[in-house]
């Protein structure tokens, strides 16, 4: 019998305006409370040019490191924060994913667990059909899909704007980019980031007994 491993989570994100990485931060404290697996946050790559950046109004970049797809096959799960863009991932964490030939060719990814969280301008923005259309990437890379369901009763309650899904946390970041996370979408993160660290660390317990 060999010994149990402490699983390494990875909360990999792309930010232009802060939300994702807003919710990150809470995806980060749940993952951590759960105390059973090594937690790191990562940003991707940015591909805008910085002109372009400036006339988007886009604050400085989070003081995260990178992460290069290379690096992917040292984690045993993933948290990816995708900001939507028409109701898809941005082109920055595409451009990620095409740069993950050699992963897929070596089944780096197989078995490996992915969770998601999103950012939308507005409620009905399109923060599950981001879902739905990271899916395929996941799915081709062979990685265990783990949902958030309604697992947090937030989730369900209209008294106010929420963002997040069965998919995953979410934050509803107005047209302007105003709106800031709210309490409510930061209990839903922390949840996520708790849950789904205890699903990984009982499957990677499971595998090395
Ligand atoms: C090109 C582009 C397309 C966008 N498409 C959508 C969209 O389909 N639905 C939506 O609600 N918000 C859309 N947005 C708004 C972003 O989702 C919003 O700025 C983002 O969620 C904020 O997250 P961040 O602060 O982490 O960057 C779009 C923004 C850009 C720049």
Request: hydrophobic letters at 40%; aromatic letters at 10%; zero cysteines.
């Amino acid at each position: 019998m060999s010994a149990i491993t402490r699983p390494k989570i990875y909360i990999v994100l792309y930010s232009l305006y802060g939300h994702v990485f807003s919710l990150a931060q809470s995806i980060k404290r749940g993952a951590e409370k759960a105390g059973t697996a090594d937690v790191s946050i990562f940003q991707i790559k940015e591909t805008l040019p910085s002109e372009v950046l400036t006339k988007m109004h886009a604050p400085a970049k989070p003081e995260i490191p990178v992460l290069e797809p290379k690096d992917m096959a040292a984690a045993d799960g993933f948290l990816f924060g995708i900001p939507t863009r028409y109701g898809n991932m941005p082109a920055q964490w595409k451009h990620f994913w095409d740069a993950t030939g050699q992963l897929w060719v070596s089944g780096a990814l197989n078995n490996k667990f992915a969770g998601t969280f999103f950012s939308t301008a507005s409620q009905h923005g399109g923060q599950e059909t981001t879902a739905f259309t990271f899916l395929t990437t996941l799915t081709h890379h062979g990685m265990i899909y783990v949902p958030l369901g309604y697992t947090h009763a937030n989730l369900q309650d209209n008294s106010e704007v929420i963002g997040g899904s069965a998919y995953g946390a979410g934050a509803v970041a107005g047209g302007d980019g105003s709106r800031q996370v709210s309490p409510k979408e930061h209990a839903i993160a922390e949840h996520q980031g708790e849950s789904f660290t205890k699903i990984v660390s009982q499957y990677i317990a499971g595998r090395t007994v």
